[in-house]
């Protein structure tokens, strides 16, 4: 087939399906599919709500005649074609958790002046609707590919991942080459690697309290500590400093609440990381034992990880980034769950074992670590040109593949390149700021860079397939 006739018909498929495909992903939006660990049942290891996305996906393909697979409940398959080489389509199906400030309803989706609102709408579901209609336009194009499609869906992207990684400790396989479509266009080329660490920080005596944060990967916004000291003192450690709170609670007891300014972890430039901010002000408050709090203060108030002696850029992928995401006191101990992320080039290893020196100098435990290796492919490579070729035919633009701090399945499946479906597309006048984006309240999806997206990748899997004969 030449180029001219696959977009004739692209463009017939989208006039006949839009309506379709709005309502298919708004459907999906109405489960509230927040993966939950937590309530592990045999068969739904992430709880039941998840478990129910999962079931209604790939319901959804078998009603269209595909053949699925539930993989115990950690992901699923559907394939188009019965080939035993594949092409992998990755998207995840658990959204993060609501959060505050809705204006519309998270989990009852609207159209609105060409937006889909809704928890999911764009962060993933898009991307699992957009899947399932690349096998029907394949199917009533009735294309022969050389490859079967496979699309894959996960159930825990947003909570590290453990979906692919265990489908792939257990023995799944995967296509040797897929497209994850959970970032933006065009083809990401690498990723920062991933080390996330839990530790145990002696607090002092007269911590009671220390809390912030909710989850590892966001920038604590605000932070609540709770000391035994005199409220004079307090006062005067904070001479000056602005956004704290100070709450008498008795004759000798304080809380201090701090306020900074949250965000992603990988984005720290303009960021206020409140618990450290709270850390470095009180970590030696005259008269009172608080050495947790310059432990805290010391190592992770640089969000660039300087403090931790692990400061370092490379070209491809810029600096590391460091957060200290989530505080909690646990016996006598200050818990930390830290977030890093690093370069291509690090020699992560070696900077672990000297980080592990630095903690046990200071009594510090370590009590659970996971590193995640960056992910890297030639910008260069065939695959990776034939994708941003695809790119180009259908928006024209010339952007070059890029790198980014977040990390995709790309990071635990070997062979998955990302690439899409964002686009860069205004947000929604109707939403004021802070409102619309992927984790944020009012989540918004954009349908005609969505619909530019299903062309892309049409056209994509013709190209890596065989099917489309032209040299674009
Ligand atoms: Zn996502």
Redesign the pocket.
């Known amino acids: 087939m030449n180029h001219e006739e696959i977009s004739r018909r692209i463009d017939r498929f989208i006039e006949e399906h839009r309506e379709e495909m709005i309502r298919e992903l708004m459907d999906w939006v109405r489960i509230p599919s927040v993966s939950r660990a937590d309530l592990y049942q045999n068969g739904a290891p992430y709880g039941p709500d998840v478990r129910k996305m999962l079931d209604h996906a790939l319901k959804r393909c078998r009603d269209y005649g595909f053949r699925t697979a539930d993989h115990e409940g950690y992901c699923g398959s559907a394939w188009y074609g019965d080939s035993a080489d594949e092409i992998g389509f990755y998207a ?1 199906l658990d959204v993060v958790p609501e959060g505050p400030n809705w204006i519309y309803e998270p989990y009852e989706p609207v159209v609105k002046d060409g937006y889909v609102i809704g928890r999911g709408a764009d ?2 579901k898009a991307a699992g609707v957009l899947g399932l209609y690349i096998m029907r336009f394949l199917q009533e194009n009735n294309i022969q590919l050389k490859h079967a499609f496979r699309l894959m869906l996960g159930c825990a ?2 909570t590290g991942m453990d979906d692919f990684r265990t489908f792939l400790l257990r023995g799944g396989r995967v296509p040797e080459f897929g497209i994850v479509a ?1 970032a933006g266009f065009p083809v990401c080329y690498a990723q920062k690697g991933g080390w996330n660490a839990d530790l145990l920080v002696p607090k002092g005596r007269d911590i009671i309290d220390f809390r912030a944060g909710s989850v590892r990967n966001a920038v604590p916004g605000s932070a609540e500590l709770v000391i035994r000291a005199e409220e004079e003192s307090v006062r005067a450690a904070l001479s000056g400093a602005e956004d704290f709170e100070v709450f008498p609670q008795d004759k000798d007891t304080v809380r201090i609440v701090a306020k900074g300014r949250g965000g992603h972890a990988a984005f720290p430039s303009g960021t206020d990381n409140a618990a450290t901010k709270l850390a470095a002000v009180f970590k030696a408050l005259p008269g009172c034992d608080l050495r947790g709090l310059d432990f805290i203060a010391r190592v992770f108030r640089d969000p660039y990880g300087a403090g931790m002696g692990f400061s370092c850029e490379d070209e491809v992928s810029g600096k590391l980034t460091s957060n200290a995401g989530v505080f909690s006191v646990s016996g006598d101990f200050i818990r930390v769950l830290v977030d890093v992320r690093y370069p291509v080039s690090a020699e992560i290893d070696e900077m672990t074992d000297a980080f592990k020196n630095q903690l046990a100098s200071c009594g510090v435990t370590m009590e659970a670590l996971q590193i995640e290796r960056p992910f890297y492919i030639d910008p260069e490579d065939g695959k990776v040109r034939a994708l941003q070729a695809c790119y180009r035919a259908v928006t024209g633009r010339m952007d070059e593949p890029y790198a980014m701090g977040g990390g ?1 399945y790309s990071r635990v499946i070997p062979g998955a390149i990302s690439f899409g479906p964002g686009s860069a597309h205004q947000m929604p006048e109707f939403l004021p700021e802070g409102h619309g984006s ?1 984790h944020g309240p009012d989540e918004v999806l954009h349908i005609e860079s969505w619909l530019q997206a299903f062309r892309i990748y049409v056209l994509s899997i013709l190209r890596l397939s065989g099917a489309d004969d032209s040299t674009l």
């Open positions: 995840h962060d993933n992207e947003e959970d995709t992927a």
